[in-house]
């Protein structure tokens, strides 16, 4: 029996990175697409597996996954009730920001959030391309940074062109395995290779009518880092559909909220119209962002966002 974790998947193939260090393409035994899985991939990068070799040949077959210390999914597309995993057995979730060229909303950055705090896999958001604000602009990335700081997120500032960050960005990664997601064109291959130069990750341009980036990954893959840990890079993510969570369960993932959810009138209170609810008491008063509250609004109201 040979053990190792998944560092590649390409949908029906998998790279395998064996506990001795080796790597070994490998196939998943079929009985595991009999099991009716919900979910897209019934094996993920970051998996855990037992596999043995093929007879009369230089390939695995995985016929065990060992269990997850935590995953993260979503919606695999905005129709569709099956879920994708993206990530398994991670350390941290990584969101890869810009707040223009291209847009990164604030309902996208939110959604990201919920799914992290609901998978329990701490979040960071790094703010890229810090060289590119200007003016109101600058004023808007502090705002922004501020709003997230305070709820008790970290917060990093990056710029591949001034070097600013990086150094932050490293040593946040450093001994961890870390999820790094976000739209196309954020700079997340960019900002890779300028941590880890032998990576040599793709990077492209973003094209000047969309104002859109354009996807350079097409798996979700592993690599390790010199400096000790683990990236997962993961294709440019245009929407992220939230898992169905129960109307109960929503606010539970909003940080801000959490500590006063039992002061409202009602234990059932969705937070939206009832009367002597602490949430929106906490709204009026400040202490809740409009921001944060909009979004937890339309995450109730079930709508998904594409920036």
């Given at each position: 029996m040979i053990h190792g974790q998944v560092v590649k998947s390409t949908g029906s193939w998998y790279?395998?990175?064996?506990?001795?260090?080796?790597?070994?393409?490998?196939?998943?035994k079929g009985k595991f697409r009999l099991k009716g899985i919900k979910?897209?991939?019934?094996?993920?990068?970051?998996?855990?597996?037992?596999l043995e070799m093929e007879p009369d040949s230089a390939n695995g077959v995985i016929f065990a996954i060992d269990e997850r210390k935590n995953y993260i999914i979503r919606k695999a597309n905005n129709m569709s009730k099956q879920t994708h995993i993206i990530a398994s057995n991670l350390d941290q979730s990584m969101l890869i920001i810009t707040l223009l060229f291209p847009k990164t909303s604030l309902g996208f950055i939110d959604r990201?959030?919920?799914t992290s705090e609901a998978y329990h896999v701490p979040a960071v958001l790094v703010f890229n391309k810090a060289d590119l604000y200007e003016g109101e602009a600058e004023e808007l990335l502090h705002q922004?940074?501020?709003?997230?700081?305070?709820?008790?997120?970290?917060?990093?500032?990056?710029?591949?062109?001034?070097?600013?960050?990086?150094?932050?960005?490293?040593?946040?990664?450093?001994?961890?395995?870390?999820?790094?997601?976000?739209?196309s064109g954020v700079g997340k291959s960019s900002l890779l290779n300028a941590i880890e130069a032998g990576l040599n990750l793709k990077t492209q341009a973003i094209s000047n009518y969309s104002e859109k980036g354009q996807h350079t990954t097409t798996f979700a893959e592993m690599h390790a880092l010199s400096f000790g840990g683990n990236i997962i890079d993961t294709p440019g993510i245009r929407e992220f559909g939230l898992v169905d969570f129960a109307d109960a369960e929503v606010?539970?993932?909003?940080?801000?909220?959490?500590?006063?959810?039992?002061?409202?009138?009602?234990?059932?209170?969705?937070?939206?119209?009832?009367?002597?609810?602490a949430v929106q008491a906490?709204?009026?008063?400040?202490?809740?962002?409009?921001?944060?509250?909009?979004?937890?609004?339309?995450?109730?109201?079930?709508?998904?966002i594409y920036e």
């Open positions: 790279i395998v990175r064996k506990d001795d260090g080796g790597f070994l393409p490998c196939r998943l979910h897209t991939n019934p094996l993920t990068v970051g998996d855990w597996v037992n990201f959030l919920v922004t940074m501020d709003l997230y700081r305070k709820i008790g997120y970290t917060c990093l500032k990056t710029s591949i062109k001034t070097g600013e960050g990086l150094a932050d960005l490293k040593a946040t990664l450093k001994d961890k395995t870390s999820l790094l997601s976000g739209h606010s539970h993932y909003f940080k801000e909220m959490q500590n006063i959810l039992t002061q409202c009138r009602f234990n059932n209170c969705k937070h939206i119209s009832e009367p002597n609810c906490a709204v009026e008063a400040g202490i809740i962002s409009e921001e944060r509250f909009s979004s937890y609004l339309s995450i109730m109201s079930k709508e998904d």
